[in-house]
């Protein structure tokens, strides 16, 4: 009787050991029986965390993760309304809601098929999303109206183009990802019993042919606002060139007018002087005349002069005294 005694205690415990499971913090447990979850009414049985009992060699136990989890989506190609192809990286964030239904609907718990099947819906709405919007529309979020001037406020002669063009632009990222949140919301639930938490798109790209096209447009254009900025700048020149001559034309012309009529007076006081000058002593002013003209005369050796010696002009020569000669 001793000797049953051990084996029957050793497979006591072992049976006792095999109909107890431990679900661990943030997992939930299901129990397979036969192939088929344990239900209640027709509702799967799910253990939460913590002691549990099963009926040992006929049950097993399927633990699946209760966390919200993170889709990294790959980058995938879109079309937008104006026929031009976008680049973009998502990621999904997502948890398990109803556990019997993502169990069979994923073959078992399987994460990476719930996540293909996931991924699907996604880009399908986000597609048709992508399919109706600009791509300004697409990589702008919305405009903050407390913040942006009303436009009438603007100086047209300092707002650059590209700020002009920021305040008409609407942006809808966060519209679309909204809109993919919600459109997606209630399938994930209906077909995988998984409820979406969150949804971004994390990196919007140009492919690279697109990228160049671009660049070479935003060139042209910049080239043209240089143009157009240098041609005013020519413009401006030649009106501050042009203002300047004419300031430097009314100081020549003052300078001039004031030297003619500083000249005029200095020749009107030194005729007076000159007159006052003769009226005082006309007989030294007429012989101080002939030496200058003597001296204006003969300041050449080789000059002639044919003149009848008796004349006035050699007065002062043929007479010392000048005027007693007359």
């Given amino acids: 009787m001793r000797k049953l005694m051990i084996p029957v205690l050793v497979v006591a415990l072992a049976l006792l050991l095999m109909s107890v499971f431990v679900v661990e913090e943030g997992e939930r447990g299901m129990v397979i029986r036969f192939g088929r979850v344990l239900d209640d009414n027709g509702v799967s ?11 040992p060699l006929f049950d097993r136990v399927k633990t699946l993760d209760a966390r919200i989890q993170t889709m990294e989506g790959r980058t995938d190609r879109f079309v937008t309304s104006e026929k ?13 809601s109803d556990f019997g239904r993502f169990y069979l609907t994923t073959g078992g718990g399987n994460n990476l098929t719930a996540e ?8 399908d709405v986000l597609r048709s999303e992508i399919g109706s919007r600009e791509i300004k529309q697409i990589v702008s979020g919305p ?3 407390d913040v942006l001037p009303d436009s009438a406020e603007i100086d047209e002669e300092v707002a650059t183009e ?7 632009i609407d942006g809808e990222r966060d519209k679309i990802m909204e809109n993919v949140l919600s459109g997606t919301t209630e399938s994930a639930m209906a077909d995988l ?11 919007i790209n140009l492919p690279d042919e697109i990228s160049e096209s671009i660049y070479r447009r935003m060139r042209a254009e910049r080239e043209s606002v240089a143009r157009r ?9 030649e009106v501050i060139r042009a203002q300047a001559e004419l300031e430097v034309a009314k100081v020549l012309a003052e300078a001039d007018r004031t030297a003619r009529v500083t000249r005029g007076e200095a020749d009107a006081e030194s005729a007076k002087i000159y007159s006052d000058a003769y009226s005082k002593d ?6 101080i005349r002939s030496l200058k003209a003597y001296e204006k005369s003969f300041s050449e050796k080789s000059d002639i002069l044919v003149l009848d010696p008796k004349s006035d002009f050699f007065q002062y020569m043929n007479n010392a005294n000048g005027a007693a000669a007359k």
């Fill in 84 to 96: 031009k192809d976008v680049l973009i990286d998502t990621y999904v964030k997502w948890r398990i």
């Fill in 116 to 123: 293909a099947l996931l991924e699907r819906k996604v880009m």
């Fill in 229 to 237: 900025h240098r041609s005013q700048g020519r413009e401006k020149a």
């Fill in 282 to 287: 006309p007989e030294f002013f007429g012989f």
């Fill in 143 to 145: 405009r903050n109206e």
């Fill in 162 to 168: 590209a700020a002009l063009q920021a305040l008409e």
């Fill in 193 to 203: 019993g998984v409820e979406i938490v969150d949804f971004r798109m994390k990196k």
């Fill in 45 to 55: 049985r799910i253990y939460e965390p913590g002691l549990h009992f099963k009926m």
